[in-house]
């Protein structure tokens, strides 16, 4: 009889993980983010496990040179809550440019991941940073090409 064994990743296993730069210029947004989801939640990994965190971190540079198709800088908005009534705020792509660069890169790529307390925690392995200067230089990044 010949049985099947699943795969389970240990504690262990998951302690080697990466760091990567990306480089964000001229990329456009949604496609830029399902690589970054990808190498977050680990899914580029042989030992990919959706229970476990075993992705890796990404740094993000130039995150004010994303580009979107079509006419979404005007028509594209971005949505939250005041948590108090009537409180419902909205922004353009464009004016969220202007603001926070750096949270278009981020809400693009929370969308793709979970959405439940393991999602939220591979989200906070994502650094994204306006201009071309990071402050993880001593975990000593490699770059991930991207060619979308």
Known sequence: ???????????????????????????????????????????????????????????????????????????????????HIGGIKKRTAKEMLNKHPENILLEAVKGMLPKNTLGRKQLTKCKVFVGPVHTHDAQKPEVLEIKA
């Open 1 to 83: 009889m010949i049985t099947q064994k699943s795969f389970a990743l240990k504690e262990a296993d998951m302690q080697n993980k990466k760091w990567y730069v990306v480089d964000a210029t001229d990329k456009v947004v949604g496609r830029l983010a399902t690589e970054i989801a990808t190498v977050l939640r680990g899914k580029n990994k042989p030992t990919f496990c959706t229970n476990n965190d075993a992705g890796d971190f990404v740094v993000v540079i130039n995150a004010e040179k994303v580009r979107f198709t079509g006419k979404k800088w005007d028509e594209k908005e971005y949505f939250w809550h005041t948590n």
